[in-house]
């Protein structure tokens, strides 16, 4: 990878865009250290052009959420010939789906809590359609993450609440059965598990708050299971990783119940890298400092249509640079856009 100018793709146009902007200045810092040629680019509607502009080997996928996270912007880098972090399109979209990816879970007998899903036309009849599935139950919105839009709902009062809520995230909410037990993540690296860590919130969730606030959530490395637990944890997650396709640093969301049950919840295809996320602390656990596990990110990019990796790749076309461009292996990092 020496030599190589490599674009950080941050911030985005969805609800975890502030999410993202701390992840790609976490990832671009690490870059730097390392030696690279880096240029932070803010991702918005003209990011194509800008892509085009910024002369980039490669880019460091470091977005959340809709546009950037669900197969949107690695297509785009896929036409435009960059090899890029991360999965594919395909596996983007599966992933950041959470409908479909439960489907592709019973599909390869990966356990998941039972569900049921909402349309907005269908939404005032929400109560209705719930029928004798239960409380309490989970809401959350088909296409998000960060625990953006998720309420767990404790009987009939609150259900039209937290619908109406993930409906203001997407058109179509998911309801899903609650599983009580320990929330358990498993880090993965190019298919290879590098552990379980167990969080323990000091709110009723692991919610958007308890992720990014320090000090809200309590962490156990390795977590708090048997042996022999541990492992089906591993491999269900392993398991589940290789049914939805992705690649690269993936993180998988399990609930682990007292009795012998483990529940995939979903598969993250570009988990969040800062300081208090999780597969920064999973990789430590196996090894690798943060910068160690960028450089491994980084290494594993590719176009997967045309499987061209990111060393020696030629630079696609349109990417002149402008002549004022300062250039070299230590040259300040440009801004292509800033999004205020």
Same mark, same amino acid.
């Given at each position: 990878?020496?030599?190589?100018?490599?674009?950080?793709?941050?911030?985005?146009?969805?609800?975890? !865009?502030?999410?993202?902007?701390?992840?790609?200045?976490?990832?671009?810092? &690490?870059?730097?250290?390392?030696?690279?040629?880096?240029?932070?680019?803010?991702?918005?509607?003209?990011?194509?052009?800008?892509?085009?502009?910024?002369?980039?080997?490669?880019?460091?996928?470091?977005?959340?959420?809709?546009?950037?996270?669900?197969?949107?912007?690695?297509?785009?880098?896929?036409?435009?010939?960059?090899? $890029?972090?991360?999965?594919?399109?395909?596996?983007?979209?599966?992933?950041?789906?959470?409908?479909?990816?439960?489907?592709?879970?019973?599909?390869?007998?990966?356990?998941?809590?039972?569900?049921?899903?909402?349309?907005?036309?269908?939404?005032?009849?929400?109560?209705?359609?719930?029928?004798?599935?239960?409380?309490?139950?989970?809401?959350?919105?088909? !296409?998000?993450?960060?625990?953006?839009?998720? &309420?767990?709902?404790?009987?009939?009062?609150?259900?039209?609440?937290?619908?109406?809520?993930?409906?203001?995230?997407?058109?179509?909410?998911?309801?899903?059965?609650?599983?009580?037990?320990?929330?358990?993540?498993?880090?993965?690296?190019?298919?290879?598990?590098?552990?379980?860590?167990?969080?323990?919130?000091? !709110?009723?969730?692991?919610?958007?708050?308890?992720? $990014?606030?320090?000090?809200?959530?309590?962490?156990?490395?390795?977590?708090?299971? &048997?042996?022999?637990?541990?492992?089906?944890?591993?491999?269900?997650?392993?398991?589940?990783?290789?049914?939805?396709?992705?690649?690269?640093?993936?993180?998988?969301?399990?609930?682990?119940?007292?009795?012998?049950?483990?529940?995939?919840?979903?598969?993250?295809?570009?988990?969040?890298?800062?300081?208090?996320?999780?597969?920064?602390?999973?990789?430590?656990?196996?090894?690798?400092?943060?910068?160690?596990?960028?450089?491994?990110?980084?290494?594993?990019?590719?176009?997967?249509?045309?499987?061209?990796?990111?060393?020696?790749?030629? &630079?696609?076309?349109?990417?002149?640079?402008?002549?004022?461009?300062?250039?070299?292996?230590?040259?300040?990092?440009?801004?292509?856009?800033?999004?205020?």
């Amino acid at each position: 990878m020496a030599g190589r100018r490599v674009g950080v793709l941050m911030g985005g146009m969805s609800s975890e !865009r502030d999410v993202s902007l701390k992840t790609g200045e976490a990832v671009a810092e &690490s870059l730097q250290r390392l030696g690279h040629d880096v240029v932070r680019i803010f991702v918005d509607g003209d990011v194509d052009r800008v892509l085009r502009q910024s002369r980039i080997d490669v880019a460091f996928v470091a977005l959340h959420g809709k546009f950037g996270e669900d197969g949107c912007i690695q297509g785009l880098l896929e036409i435009l010939g960059i090899p $890029y972090t991360g999965s594919g399109v395909l596996a983007s979209a599966l992933a950041m789906d959470k409908l479909k990816s439960k489907e592709i879970f019973r599909l390869h007998n990966v356990a998941t809590p039972p569900y049921y899903s909402l349309r907005e036309p269908d939404a005032d009849r929400a109560l209705a359609i719930h029928g004798s599935f239960g409380f309490p139950a989970v809401v959350k919105p088909r !296409r998000e993450g960060s625990s953006v839009g998720v &309420s767990i709902v404790h009987d009939a009062a609150g259900l039209a609440e937290a619908v109406e809520q993930a409906m203001r995230f997407d058109d179509e909410a998911i309801v899903e059965r609650f599983i009580k037990g320990k929330e358990v993540q498993v880090g993965l690296l190019d298919g290879r598990v590098l552990g379980a860590i167990e969080i323990v919130p000091k !709110r009723e969730f692991y919610d958007y708050q308890a992720k $990014y606030t320090p000090g809200m959530t309590e962490y156990f490395f390795p977590a708090r299971l &048997s042996p022999t637990r541990y492992r089906c944890v591993l491999t269900l997650a392993e398991k589940a990783n290789q049914a939805v396709g992705c690649t690269g640093a993936v993180r998988i969301d399990l609930i682990v119940t007292d009795g012998d049950n483990e529940y995939v919840l979903e598969v993250n295809s570009l988990p969040g890298m800062t300081p208090t996320s999780l597969l920064p602390k999973i990789a430590a656990g196996a090894g690798y400092s943060y910068d160690k596990l960028v450089e491994a990110i980084l290494a594993g990019a590719r176009c997967h249509v045309g499987g061209a990796r990111s060393g020696g790749v030629a &630079s696609p076309a349109g990417h002149e640079p402008p002549a004022s461009e300062e250039t070299g292996s230590n040259a300040s990092p440009a801004r292509a856009r800033l999004v205020s």
